[in-house]
């Protein structure tokens, strides 16, 4: 057989149903600061032709399809039946009642007279509607646009109210929830959050161990609306929310949108340990002057903060497997409130490594970013993707886009996939095998004479 007719060993399946993209997705947000109105004024400033969706793999991204002889690369949006920019509509609930342009000018990321002024009109017509949002769960916040109710139930039904109006206002076909609020303090899984009627009966009895969140996730699930967590609290990481998402037929995932010093980490790590080199400590520190940095100078937000940055080097190091290059790891996270950076973080990572012989040396990394322009084109991509998860009928946890995620969500047993360019092959698998094109192995020996014998 010639090179170009040999099949590589990961045979193309039946495509799946997928149902179209046709007519209106509202995407609603919650929370309106400073990564929801990069987003929205970002997508709106993308439509009118006057900037490009860079960070976006669901408009800049492309796919391999079939053998690297073919010379197959379609762009992701053409292969896929993805929602169209032109059909989004945008909705949030703020415990803050700026409306999204008092957001974008109070947060400063985007250039005032460049992407904001220029489509003001629009972002005015996007205000908040009332937040389920109590302070205990955070503490750095005060905020009026609050909804009242005799308990948690209450306030979930209230939510559910809210996404049914909201979907007949706007005419919309379809809708996706992405949680872009602040990060709630730490809370581990309890017996309120095993099954669905225990969690129903401590929203009835105001139980603290449901958070806001919970009521968001829970509300999204009910009205068929799939979910994505972009913080690192809860939320739907929890047996009921993952059990009814499952019944309903739902997607969800989270969590905590991966950016910036998490995604360096997930890409230096598995570099580490591909080439056997060791890692004695791992110090990362940032500065940040936003509210989310406000927000998470409370130590009960950080703490769930850290929870999910310090999890990422014990999967993908494996110290179990390897200690004695990960056994004594040293890993420490930072983050300060420091006003004057704003939106734009800082974070230093020193690496101390060690290699042949256990000869130590050091690797520094300086991130200069902007959180929120990190974090705009993932909401997009979250949004999209989502939706198509839900049209293809995928429900439950979608482990394929761990990509965007520094706490991936996997199913029950399963250890989350962190390392960024496995969960890239992940993303982009999935979408071959959904549309019955020829899963990508890199096995490559088709290309080679040896495959023969
Ligand atoms: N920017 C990034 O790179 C990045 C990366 C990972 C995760 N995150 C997470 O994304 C979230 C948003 O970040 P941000 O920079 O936009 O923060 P932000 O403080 O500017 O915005 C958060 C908004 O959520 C609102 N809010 C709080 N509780 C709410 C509730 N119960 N219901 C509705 N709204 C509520 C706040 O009033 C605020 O307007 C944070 O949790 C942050 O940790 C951001």
């Known amino acids: 057989m010639s090179r170009a007719t040999k099949k590589s060993p990961a045979a193309p399946a039946a495509p799946h149903k997928v149902a179209p993209a046709k007519g209106k997705l509202g995407v609603l947000c919650v929370g309106l600061g400073a990564v929801a109105s990069t987003f929205i004024a970002g997508v709106e400033n993308v439509r009118r032709g006057r900037a490009r969706p860079i960070g976006s793999l669901t408009q800049m991204g492309t796919i391999r399809l079939g053998k690297r002889t073919e010379k197959r690369s379609p762009l992701i949006r053409e292969f896929v039946p ?5 059909d989004l509509v945008f909705g949030a609930w703020d415990p803050v009642p700026d409306n999204a342009y008092q957001s974008c000018l109070h947060c400063g990321v985007l250039d005032k007279h460049e992407h904001v002024e220029p489509i003001a009109d629009f972002l005015k017509s996007i205000t908040p509607m009332p937040a389920v949002f109590d302070q205990h769960y955070v ?7 609050v909804k009242k109710g005799k308990n948690k139930r209450e306030l979930a039904e209230a939510l559910r109210q809210d996404i049914r109006d909201f979907k007949a ?4 076909d379809r809708l996706v929830m992405v949680w872009c609020a602040s990060t709630e303090i730490f809370i581990v899984p309890g017996p309120a959050h095993k099954n669905l009627a225990a969690f129903e009966k401590a929203m009835e009895a105001n139980d603290p161990s449901i958070a806001p969140s919970m009521l968001y996730a829970y ?12 913080a690192p609290n809860l939320c739907c990481d929890v047996p009921a929310l993952e059990q009814l998402a499952r019944d309903r037929g739902v997607a969800i995932g989270g969590k905590d949108f991966k950016t910036g010093q998490t995604m360096v980490k997930t890409v230096l790590s598995p570099m580490f340990k591909a080439r056997m080199l060791g890692v004695a400590g791992w110090y990362s520190t940032n500065i940040l002057g936003n509210r989310d940095g406000e927000v998470l100078d409370d130590p009960e937000s950080f703490k769930t903060k850290e929870e999910s940055k310090l999890g990422v080097l014990e999967y993908i190091l494996q110290p179990k497997l390897y200690p004695e290059l990960y056994g004594d790891l040293y890993h420490k996270v930072r983050i300060n409130y420091y006003p004057p950076r704003g939106d734009n973080k800082e974070g230093w990572d020193n690496i101390d490594i060690f290699g042949w012989l256990g000869y ?6 300086d991130f200069l970013c902007r959180d929120s322009i990190l974090a705009a084109p993932l909401v997009l991509d979250l949004a999209i993707f989502f939706d198509l998860a ?3 009928g995928l429900s439950g946890i979608q482990e394929w886009l761990s990509f965007y995620f520094k706490s991936p969500q996997a199913a029950p047993g399963l250890y989350p996939e962190h390392d960024l360019f496995i969960q890239q ?10 549309m019955g094109e020829e899963v990508i192995t890199h096995l490559g020996v088709e290309y080679y004479e040896y495959a023969d014998r």
């Open 139 to 145: 503490k750095r916040l005060e905020g009026k646009n």
């Open 219 to 230: 509300a999204a699930i009910m009205e068929n609306v799939p979910f994505a967590n972009g």
């Open 390 to 392: 839900q049209r293809a």
């Open 169 to 172: 206002r706007h005419k919309c």
């Open 82 to 86: 993805l929602a169209d920019l032109k």
């Open 425 to 434: 092959t992940k993303l982009k698998n999935t979408l071959r095998w959904l």
């Open 360 to 365: 130590p040396m050091q690797i520094k990394v």
